[in-house]
């Protein structure tokens, strides 16, 4: 994969054909014939593709190294490459040495090249050689540079540190496969792809990891899915690849080369790496000589522990064996009692010792032949480890040195299943012997216990459902608003159900207590425990009438809420009036307020203020607003009254509102400019001739200290003249009575012609 300049970096890759040669090479029956210059395109294609798989499987195996480093979050490779910072935390992790110095967070090109540069004096100074590689090209993340580097590193790092190249790791593959039937592995781009090679490495090196029969029955994904899955939890393995890349289907989600997409990918091509398989397998033995080793040194342990638990057993049997057949000797002699109590003693004995022991057993030939499997894996490991480093004609590693170099362990006879089988029905036979005698007891004694311990059971589980919702069934509150109310009903609801539930198998539990009834032993316990579930139906019917009261409840505060909400709305409806009804009798307009207009205004406040304490004296709520609404209406009223009968109303407001100086005179002032004018002419009319003035007052009509006055302005001046009654009243009547501006001052117009009447006469008489 180095020997084109595109793809150089490391001078120590195998040797063999470019990628283009080699797929040029692919056999004429699979490549169909193409047009010129098509055959390269679609080579490209595939190559591109398997580039795509490459770098998925590399970048996955960066991440769990980086990840032993406290580095995490690698998505792009080509990318995160680029500051140089995770190829040196990748170097520490490989060669376990730390690197003093370099630019942890670069922040300029100059720093990610130094950073670059550390990186490839680190991998050198590893004994690797690097070739037409350079800082620049790293940090520009050239992809087929940085996946040339990579497949260096894994080549030195997890290859060649365990074999010698990948066909000595394919040698391997073949000889730890060689006895399963399913698998057949000729290269490294061949059998792969089902999953069933996974899953035979797995098995050969730990059986009790996987089922290889039913691996092998599922469909390739799901096979490839299991066997990564289990070397991923069980040896460590980290998942390099996916079933989708061996199998096809692959969704290269973090490329979108739209070229790539464009070039249609023919039948005999795929995205099947042959580097992604290598590296894969590398670590998958590495985890797995791993695991062997560890194992192995178990192994002496495990064997000294199975000796001595197979002789305490063996011991246990007969010890039993021993005791049941004394007791069939002494059968005739036990009372009652004696044989009630040793009833109970076979019972424990069948319940509790009896059961553990039988687990027991079958652990230790479950043992016996895991050790023996073990120990003839573990012979057969040490002659193939010998013969292997003996082909490499290297030196063994730590892991092939300790392979070597374990003792054979032996296991003895009297410890073999069949051995312990024997022994075991041999002590079963006398149980059954000494058994018949007890047996119809026993019987029911069994039958009875196992009947009170499902109702004790049951009884306890319907107990802790009555406590939980005792608070439920001993609230008596309805609450105020909707959401207490609501809340309430929930929880009762759900109480209830859950009660119904608890009645139905209080019913089944009773039926159960009924069959002990009468027993010795259990009969008034059972009753007792049944007395306690006796409030169930009690309580049942106490909550599905508070049920309907709460529900109940929930509709009356729901009733409630609506009419206060119509309340309110009209109450803002009668403050609508209310505030025109101050406007008119404030600030009257007779060309805006006329006398159909008020008196509908009045008509509808009227309407509205009745409705309103119909309301409110029926649900409440209009409280203090409903009252001040009432009083202002109850001041306005006299005023629109007047208006809509058509009677002038001064706007006795209007000073007070504009805060200034205006041309209409106020009652009172009015009343005493009146006063002053009667007093004047009064005086002047004396002394002219009173009498004869008098009696022309007498001939024009009634009048007001001797000068003759319209009726309309006579009612002014007896009010003014009165000075009694509330200060209300008089200021509602003089408002009332208070000339109209448009007519004109009547009262002295009517005045001064009295007056000319009076010398008018007074000539004629001269005359």
Sequence with gaps: GCQTEERSGCANAPPGPSPIQGFASIAASEMPAFEAGERETRIRAQRELQDKQQKKTFTRWWRTYLVQSGTEGLSDLYEDIKPGVIGIKLLEVLSNEKCEKYNAKPKSRFQMLENQQTFLNLVTSNKIKLVNIGAEDLSEGKPTLVLGLTWTLILHFEIHKYSTDEQQLLRWVRAKTSGYDEVSIQSWGTGFNDGKAFCALIHKHEASALDFVAACRKEPVETLTHAFNVAEETFAVPKLLEPQDLVGGNDFDDDDDATTQALPVPSWASSFDDRSIITYVAKLRQALRDHRVSVRAQTPTLCAALDADAHAHLDWLATKQRAFEHGVQQAETLTLAQTEAEAAAMEAFGRDEKPPKASERQALAERYVAAAARLELEAAEKAEEEVEWKEMGREPDAAGAAIMATEQALLRDDMSPEAV??????????????????????DGRRRALLTWQRLRRGCAREQECLARIAHVIEDESIGETELEVLSRLVAAETAKNELAVSCTTIDGLQKLAAKLEGDVEFGERASELIGRLGAAPRSLSKLEERVEALRRALEDVRARAA???????ALHEFAAVVQRGEEAAAFPMPWEDTQEAVSALLAEGEAKAEALKAKEAAIGGGGGRLGALMSAWAAAQPVLGALARGDAVAPAKLEEEIGGDTAVEKPEETQAAQAEAQAEVQAEVQSAGGA??????AANGE??????VPADEREAV????????????????????????????????NLVKSVNGFFHSDEQKTQ
């Design 703 to 708: 009048g007001v200290g001797g000068v003759a």
């Design 692 to 697: 004869e003035v008098e009696e022309t007052v």
């Design 563 to 569: 009419q206060q909400r119509e309340l309110d709305a």
């Design 421 to 442: 089988g024997e022994r075991w029905n041999a002590m079963e036979a006398a149980e059954a012997k000494y058994m018949q005698m007890l047996a119809a007891t026993l």
């Design 718 to 749: 007896e009010v003014a003249e009165r000075g009694s009654g509330s200060a209300a009243d008089e200021a509602a009547e003089a408002q009332r009575l208070a000339p109209r501006p448009s007519k004109g001052n009547n009262f002295m117009d």
